[in-house]
């Protein structure tokens, strides 16, 4: 969602700077250090960074020439808020989803990210434009710069910041400088914005210059002076007065011009703002938005319960007739209390720009935080309110199941927090809020393992310094700092790192806290997915007997151990075993669960493809014939696990002996597959492998190998000459050629199961 345009938007000669640099040389960096061309060579960069302090109109220059370029025909605009890592790898993920890309999954944000990357590169069909405002941190971009040489088709990219930083800097980026209004522009502006209360030309001149120039301050001091209906000469006393507050006792510095400025306005626009209707939410509203994200703020997360129970607390005293009719905040007037935000150019309030609707700039957030923070006595404790509410409302309204970008926006927001009250959201009895740990959970949720590692990284960092080594969140931290490193490939550091964990766990906790027990868990597992899966079941026995006495038979816990003990007894070599086990497990499931609960269909499913690998191919497929009947009822035809349960039901019914049922089964499931995923799918592609290699278990060796032929040129395409995959393809040709020419026996195939 590009950000709209500013009320009299102003076509600033900055702006012809920048539509020609990037028509140029395709890249723009935003800078602020002077006001000069840059001198360097003319070259064909295609990366431009508008740099520059805050409230100079960088982000506006950005969106006007993004909307310039969308008239001009481009082809594939990304707007990404560039503030974190993972808005970066989320703007780029949903792109290559967006645009169908082949490897392209929302479970895989980092995969995704690559492949828009990669088709930025490499694309010849459409001229492209990606646009990164508010760049924090250079190292954030690390291996996510878009291509330096523009594609054949063209590709350009845009960077706003605040930053004069070398890495910014090179060979194929060109950094162009923002600087605030130029005196014609100001005027210009002033003229546009307030008609005919500006026919005063020395009014309007004095005025900008009382404001140094600054957009931002002239977008408030305007919005005042039409809301207020008076005079140019009457903003310009009361500004007086409260830029006189701002300065410093004699012998000490000023503070930075533009943030005094911004200050004196803030206090200005709010007091009036704060007395529209509805009377005294305007400034709590506000309050809450200058600790979230400045890039967008969900509205939802302002009209949340907890945000609507602290903002009644602001309401004036009034009696209520009836306890029906007693004053409470509603989502309506939270939209009313925005709208007169919007109107005193406070923040940019946009409906249709849902789930951001609410935008603030940095600068206002800041002066926000310093008035609350300067409020005499209690400026600590109100501060700490409004930190601990904002995090309940971000918990309030976060999904279960993350399936869109709203999900990122969240995690954008609880960064912003962050940076903004980090020492407000950790007690040294209730420990860090839950909020921090959601955010770092749902970044591997979403597929972003290792974003998710160094999130706790940093969290437990963090807790060390305000809770110690052995609060239990800290405790907590590091069994997901664990996860993390095995869910990143390290599985024998996971397993080292749960060991240590549980040896203090077990001295702070006790054996038989759920928290230590989970940790054991964890390093059973762990320790089966470095290589030992005998030793994984065998501490899983053990594990067990702990879970009987300290939970009972029918706890959730005591039945997902019972699941992880057959699965590492059947990976351990007695596939029957883990049969008889899921058996037992599946009775419990479906007593205590019910039969068409997740757990219960998942119980039958692993209970199937152990049957078959202890011999029974037959039972298998019988197995998952009921399976598949259950998943359409539950679930439809054309959810994952519906799919899945085809594919397995068509392997075992081969692996049985009706190799051409498989094949017959697998040609439908292409079919299915392909109208639903996409003909590039990895699950497609998967069904296209299974259904060759059936075919030629069914006597068409040729047919096989032909389909093999094809696929092969598929996996170049989509992977790529040295992908795994594509050398499986290779191995796979060969083979079925050799079967077609020379008969050779069967040996072993490439056909995908599912456990």
């Not at 040389?25 to 060579?41: N, R």
């Not at 957009?215 to 000469?233: E, R, S």
Request: hydrophobic letters at 40%; proline letters at 5%.
């Amino acid at each position: 969602m590009v950000p709209r345009a500013a009320d009299c938007f102003q076509d600033r000669a900055v702006a012809g700077r920048l539509e020609r640099a990037v028509e140029r040389d395709g890249t723009v960096v935003l800078t602020q250090q002077d006001d000069q061309e840059s001198t360097q060579e003319p070259g064909r960069e295609s990366t431009q960074v508008l740099a520059g302090m805050g409230g100079v109109g960088k982000t506006q220059l950005a969106a006007a020439y993004a909307r310039h370029a969308w008239e001009q025909g481009v082809g594939v605009l990304v707007w990404v808020n560039a503030a974190t890592r993972d808005g970066v790898v989320s703007a780029y993920a949903d792109t290559a989803v967006k645009l169908g890309l082949p490897l392209a999954d929302r479970e895989d944000p980092d995969q995704s990210a690559r492949e828009f990357l990669s088709w930025a590169e490499t694309t010849t069909r459409c001229w492209w434009l990606v646009v990164l405002d508010d760049v924090r941190s250079p190292s954030d971009l690390r291996g996510l710069w878009p291509p330096a040489a523009a594609s054949a088709a063209g590709g350009q990219v845009v960077v706003t910041t605040r930053l004069r930083h070398a890495a910014l800097e090179g060979a194929d980026r060109r950094m162009v400088t923002v600087d605030t209004f130029t005196t014609g522009e100001a005027r210009s502006y002033l003229r546009a914005k307030l008609g005919p209360r500006a026919t005063n030309a020395g009014q309007v001149e004095a005025l900008a210059a009382d404001l140094g120039h600054l957009p931002l301050a002239l977008a408030q001091a305007a919005a005042y002076i039409l809301d207020a209906d008076i005079t140019i000469a009457a903003y310009r006393e009361r500004l007086a007065t409260h830029l006189l507050r701002r300065a410093m006792p004699s012998g000490e510095e000023l503070p930075d011009d533009h943030e005094r400025i911004v200050a004196a306005t803030w206090e200005l626009s709010i007091d009036q703002a704060d007395r529209a209707e509805p009377v005294g939410l305007a400034r709590p509203v506000l309050q809450l938005a200058s600790v979230l994200d400045p890039a967008g703020i969900p509205q939802t997360v302002l009209g949340s319960p907890p945000a609507l129970d602290y903002l009644t607390g602001y309401l004036p005293d009034q009696p209520a007739h009836t306890v029906e009719q007693a004053s409470q905040v509603s989502g309506e007037m939270v939209d009313e209390a925005l709208r007169v935000l919007h109107r005193h150019s406070l923040i940019d309030h946009d409906r249709t720009a849902a789930p951001r609707e609410i935008r603030v700039h940095q600068l206002v957030q800041r002066a926000t935080r310093e008035a609350l923070a300067a409020h005499p006595d209690l400026g600590p404790e109100l501060f700490t309110a409004l930190a601990d509410t904002a995090a309940d409302a971000l918990l309030a309204v976060w999904p279960q199941a993350e399936r869109d970008e709203f999900g990122q926006i969240l995690r954008a927001n609880t960064t912003a927090l962050t940076r903004a009250a980090e020492p407000a959201l950790w007690n040294p009895d209730t420990g860090g809020h839950h909020v921090l740990f959601k955010a770092a959970t749902s970044l591997g949720e979403t597929g972003q393992a290792a974003a998710a590692r160094d999130a706790y990284t940093t969290l437990h960092a963090t807790a060390l310094h305000h809770l110690g080594p052995d609060h239990p969140h800290t405790l907590a931290i590091r069994n997901n700092l664990a996860k993390g490193q095995g869910e990143t490939g390290d599985a024998a550091g996971a397993a080292a790192a749960s060991q240590d964990l549980l040896a203090d766990q077990m001295r702070v906790l006790g054996p038989d806290h759920p928290e230590t027990l989970t940790t054991r868990s964890n390093l059973a597992s762990w320790r089966g997915e470095a290589g030992d899966a005998a030793g994984a079941a065998a501490a899983f026995q053990e594990l067990l007997a702990e879970f009987l006495r300290v939970f009972g038979p029918r706890h959730p816990h005591t039945l997902t151990a019972r699941n992880n003990l057959a699965y590492w007894r059947g990976e351990a070599g007695d596939a029957a075993g883990a049969a008889a086990a899921l058996q037992d497990l599946l009775t419990d499931r479906s007593r205590v669960l019910g039969p068409d609960h997740p757990d219960t269909l998942t119980a039958r499913n692993n209970l199937a493809y152990w049957r078959g690998e202890a011999g029974d191919a037959a039972g298998a497929a019988a197995a998952f014939q009921e399976l598949l009947a259950d998943y359409l009822r539950i679930f439809g035809s054309h959810h994952p696990r519906t799919l899945n349960t085809r594919n397995n039901l068509a392997s075992w019914r081969g692996r049985a002996g009706d190799a051409a049922g498989a094949a017959a089964a697998f040609q439908d499931l292409l079919t299915d597959r392909s109208r639903v995923l996409g003909p590039d799918h990895p699950d497609t592609l998967t069904a296209r492998n299974n259904l060759a290699y059936w075919r030629g278990e069914a006597g068409d060796a040729v047919g096989a190998a032909a389909a093999f032929q094809e696929l092969l040129a598929e996996f170049l395409r989509v992977l790529g000459p040295s992908h795994p995959h594509t050398l499986e393809i290779r191995s796979n040709l060969a083979y079925w050629r050799m079967r077609a020419g020379l008969g050779l026996e069967p040996g072993p195939g490439g056909d995908g199961l599912t456990p």
